[in-house]
């Protein structure tokens, strides 16, 4: 068993163009209609109207800031921020496609040094999916902060993975301090498995960008950037599986720096031991009960008044 090769690009592009879905295109149409309610709220959090200039970023795809002209009316003006070359040139494409392409500029930047981006310029920073990934999470707010127009607003949703890492580092627990003999086989596979998604010990959770904050850290951290009026809601979810299909389980990832399940059993499964975990996972992954359950924190904040 071997993941099939991806196209070229950087694990953000190859991830979000590829992996997220395997090229699945059932799995697509319900991981984007997911994603545009994700982004539909965090725009309603930035009260956007026409005539603005904002900021999308680690716009990815492109798709809130198009979705941000599509709801303000064509005279909002976009900020597409990536590190992504490969991202920020699909957004581009993205955006001569809906003929809107003269109200984007596009920045190929981390979210920490904006440079390009004026001080006090933007009306709103908003961002879906990307300070998960950014090392120093404050350093990127103040940036924010920098770029915000005294009274902007900052409106972001963001992932918590960090039950993610504390179910994986309870299995490696279980495993620890059980007996070899009375251990159940499928636990040291579910560890493998999770544990090359996630950080499975509190010194990797501590050094994960992904995964050492929770929903309570990022209102101290917006606070910290400078923030005023700051206000929180995590938004815990559960609804029917979107992921319907093993194939696709196999070769999707959960997050962009996450191997494939496909891979991590190449790799650290023998024979046996892939034949026990999809006779065992298979069904749980295909059974048509099965439900997800989703943890989002939706943050806003804004740039007090000089
Ligand atoms: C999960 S994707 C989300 C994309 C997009 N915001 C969306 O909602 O579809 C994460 C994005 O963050 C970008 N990214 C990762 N690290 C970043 C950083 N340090 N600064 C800016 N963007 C970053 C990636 O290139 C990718 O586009």
Redesign the pocket.
């Known amino acids: 068993m071997s993941s099939e090769p991806l196209a070229a690009g950087d694990v ?1 592009s190859q991830w ?1 163009l590829h992996r997220r879905h395997a090229g699945d295109p059932h799995y697509e149409q319900a991981m984007r209609a997911l ?1 545009d309610r994700y ?1 539909e709220r965090v725009l309603e959090g930035a009260q956007l109207t026409a005539g603005q200039s904002i900021a999308d ?5 492109g ?2 800031a198009l979705r941000a002209i599509e709801r303000a009316g064509g005279a909002l003006r976009v900020w597409l ?4 070359a490969p ?1 920020l040139e699909h957004a581009r494409e993205q955006a001569l496609a809906r003929g809107v392409a003269d109200r984007c500029a596009f920045l190929q930047a ?2 920490d040094r904006l440079d390009g981006i004026a001080d006090a310029s933007l009306d709103a920073v908003c ?4 300070l998960a ?2 090392p120093d999470k404050v350093a990127a707010l103040r940036e924010f902060h920098r770029v915000l127009k005294p009274g902007g607003r900052i409106s972001l949703a963001e992932p918590v993975f960090l039950d993610e890492a504390v179910a994986a580092q309870a299995i490696r627990t279980v495993i620890e301090t059980t007996a070899p003999a009375a251990l159940n086989p499928m636990m040291r596979l579910l560890h493998r498995w999770k544990a090359a998604q996630y950080p499975d010990t509190e010194e990797k959770i501590r050094a994960s960008a992904i995964a050492s904050y929770s929903e309570r850290d990022l209102p101290r951290f917006a606070q910290a950037a400078g923030f005023a009026d700051v206000h929180l809601e995590l938004h815990i979810d559960t609804y029917p599986s979107i992921m319907r299909s093993w194939e696709v389980f196999l070769e999707s990832a959960p997050h ?1 720096l996450a191997p494939p399940l496909s891979r991590i059993m190449a790799e650290q499964f023998s024979v046996e031991e892939r034949e026990l975990f999809e006779r065992t996972m298979r069904p749980v992954i295909e059974d048509p009960g099965a439900v997800s359950t989703e943890r989002m924190a939706y943050l806003t904040a804004r740039r007090a008044l000089a």
């Open positions: 953000w979000l994603v982004i970023v680690g716009t990815g795809e798709l809130l921020t990536d590190i992504s991202l981390p979210a961002t879906r999916s990307v990934y950014v962009p």
